[in-house]
């Protein structure tokens, strides 16, 4: 039973009522959580409920659509502009951003979406979820791109929820990360992952292998020498994990510890990244941050990056924060032309090691 245990709107009041705006935002978040109870119910659903499989469009970035990608685009957009609270919406499944117009009522906040990450795993039944990033909108006028493009700094909330064997809405208003558990026959988000905290050191790394070749050398460095394990210099062994859904992989290391790398790499060099800044990178990098975690390009702090479009890519490595500050000053020894052993000329393409 739930009785006597902290629901999220129970937290949202005790936490931002006497704040400015602090109403209208727990309000926010209040519809946030009805949009992702939807997308739980479609997406527990699978098949029998239509959910699974492709559409015959692709978005803005030339990704084919899942169905699931759009009903739940949907389910956040319906939401928003039913709820008052918002002036305008952005999300990786909709080109540009639209205003909030009559009949509807505009608020006072932007909200920026990934309303389905790691789609690629909707038809496999793996984990997937939704990423959330709120702004303040401008006063007295409909909001134009300029409003969307702000660093991850300015962010009022942020969050994701994941739709594993149990929903989790983990949120975050710039007091600690925490994270509710939906009990699913009342209906509630229970408080039960209060004050998150990433642990600083950790032995469990996450990164698409298969992009290896095309990595920068700090990265090859880094991977390298957990790979090496207990015979090489960290002289410990370390675990790997991929799920390929980053909310899946934000959640484990907010957990138990860990660090997520989707770094820069030469696979296509007009792409700086694979993950996308304004509705992935910058909502975890304040849940990542405000648990104690650190989140970085590998040669910027990401929340402090000023965007220049709204589906800008960017490259991502965030987690426990003596991992990413070890990956932080390999890319700075490396920019500094000095600490790398993999870009000693013996082991260089044409060195005496290699055919
Ligand atoms: P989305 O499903 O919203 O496009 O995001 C998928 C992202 C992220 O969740 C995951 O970490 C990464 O893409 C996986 O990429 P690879 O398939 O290259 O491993
Ligand atoms: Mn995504
Ligand atoms: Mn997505």
Request: charged share 20%; net charge negative.
């Amino acid at each position: 039973m739930h009785l006597g245990r902290k629901t999220l709107s129970k937290y949202l009041i005790e936490n931002l009522s006497g704040t400015p705006d602090g109403a209208d935002l727990a309000a926010l978040l209040v519809d946030v959580a009805a949009a992702v109870k939807a997308i739980s119910g479609m997406s527990a659903k699978g098949a029998l409920g239509g959910a699974t499989g492709s559409m015959e469009t692709t978005n803005v970035q030339g990704e084919t659509q899942k169905k699931l990608d759009v009903l739940s685009n949907t389910a956040f957009v319906n939401t928003f502009e039913m709820g008052g609270l918002v002036a305008g919406v952005a999300s990786e499944e909709m080109d540009d951003p639209f205003p909030v117009r009559a009949p509807h009522q505009r608020g006072p906040f932007l909200a920026i979406f990934d309303p389905l990450d790691g789609s690629s795993n909707i038809d496999g039944n793996v984990s997937v979820g939704s990423i959330f990033s709120i702004l303040r909108a401008p006063e007295g006028r409909e909001p134009v791109m300029e409003d969307y493009l702000k660093p991850g700094t300015e962010q009022v909330a942020a969050g994701y929820a994941l739709y594993g064997p149990a929903t989790l809405l983990v949120i975050t208003v710039g007091k600690g990360t925490h994270g509710f558990t939906l009990d699913r026959e009342v209906g509630n988000f229970i408080l039960t992952h209060p004050d998150i905290q990433i642990p600083a050191d950790t032995s469990e790394f996450a990164i698409n292998t298969s992009n290896e070749r095309f990595w920068e050398p700090p990265v090859s460095r880094y991977i390298g020498e957990c790979k090496a394990g207990k015979t090489g210099v960290r002289e410990r062994d370390f675990n790997m994990r991929w799920i390929a859904s980053m909310v899946a992989e934000v959640h484990r290391i907010l957990i138990r510890g860990g660090i997520f790398l989707y770094p820069r790499d030469t696979k296509d060099p007009s792409k700086p990244g694979r993950l996308r800044l304004m509705y992935e990178a910058n909502p975890m990098s304040m849940v990542v941050e405000q648990a104690g975690g650190m989140s970085s390009t590998g040669r910027e702090r990401i929340m402090e990056v000023v965007p220049t479009q709204i589906h800008q890519r960017i490259a991502v490595i965030l987690g426990s924060r003596h991992e990413v500050a070890r990956v932080v000053q390999y890319h700075e020894e490396h920019d500094a032309g000095k600490g790398e052993p993999f870009s000693s000329p013996l082991f260089s393409e044409r060195g005496l090691y290699r055919n």
